[in-house]
T-cell receptor, first 116, second 113 residues
Framework: DVKVTQSSRYLVKRTGEKVFLECVQD?????MFWYRQDPGLGLRLIYF???????EKGDIPEGYSVSREKKERFSLILESASTNQTSMYLC???????????????FGDGTRLSIL | GDSVTQMEGPVTLSEEAFLTINCTYT??????LFWYVQYPGEGLQLLLK?????DKGSNKGFEATYRKETTSFHLEKGSVQVSDSAVYFC????????????FGSGTQLTVLP
């Protein structure tokens, strides 16, 4: 089974702090994603990466950055945390599509981040 | 841009009742469609998928048919169980190298014994 591991289940930080959320997958997947989940809004894509050192902005990248130095690890960085970044953060990974397949995304259990 | 609209919850049913969760989508191309499920305290798991028109995805007694003419992908189950209580997300996959997902807002389902 694919395993996507997020480093923390719960995290509490203060406004203005630099926050790192870590995600590791064990299936050699090319694609990795960071989402935030808020009630009534579903999941919104923050950033994604389709290869090492590659990154692409999602729908809501403002206030965030990412790092992918190794294939299995994808980090989300809140440069200067603010209270409106209090949310559930979900990491996902997927294999590169084959010619006839559409590879599903596999999710971690999430990090519930509170910014005080 | 692409979008997914699913029925608002919460939905509360008795055990063995019939379930329908409506999902409609807007997309410019020919997306793939997915249902994901999120159990309490967990991340999302793929429940089923369909990659082209008229495909039917099925898993664990759940079914959904890709209807291009009505741009819909409604989730159904004939007899729900208490263990089906979860949040259900409809999603579509755009074309592109990484196949980003666009999610609906989620529907909370509670099944009572």
């Amino acid at each position: 089974d694919v395993k996507v591991t997020q480093s923390s289940r719960y995290l509490v930080k203060r406004t203005g702090e630099k926050v790192f959320l870590e995600c590791v997958q064990d299936m050699d997947h090319e694609n990795m994603f960071w989402y935030r989940q808020d009630p009534g809004l579903g999941l919104r894509l923050i950033y994604f990466s389709y290869d090492v050192k590659m990154k692409e902005k999602g729908d809501i990248p403002e206030g965030y950055s990412v790092s992918r130095e190794k294939k299995e690890r994808f980090s989300l960085i809140l440069e200067s945390a603010s209270t409106n970044q209090t949310s559930m953060y979900l990491c996902a990974s997927s294999d590169r599509d084959g010619s006839r397949s559409n590879q599903p995304q596999h999710f971690g259990d999430g990090t519930r981040l509170s910014i005080l | 841009g692409d979008s997914v609209t699913q029925m608002e919850g919460p939905v509360t049913l008795s055990e063995e009742a019939f379930l329908t969760i409506n999902c409609t989508y807007t997309a410019t191309g020919y997306p793939s469609l997915f249902w994901y499920v999120q159990y309490p305290g967990e991340g999302l798991q793929l429940l089923l998928k369909a990659t082209k028109a008229d495909d039917k995805g099925s898993n664990k007694g759940f079914e959904a048919t890709y209807r291009k003419e009505t741009t819909s992908f409604h989730l159904e189950k004939g007899s729900v169980q208490v263990s089906d209580s979860a949040v259900y997300f409809c999603a579509l996959s755009d074309t592109g190298s990484a196949r980003q997902l666009t999610f609906g807002s989620g529907t909370q389902l509670t099944v009572l014994p």
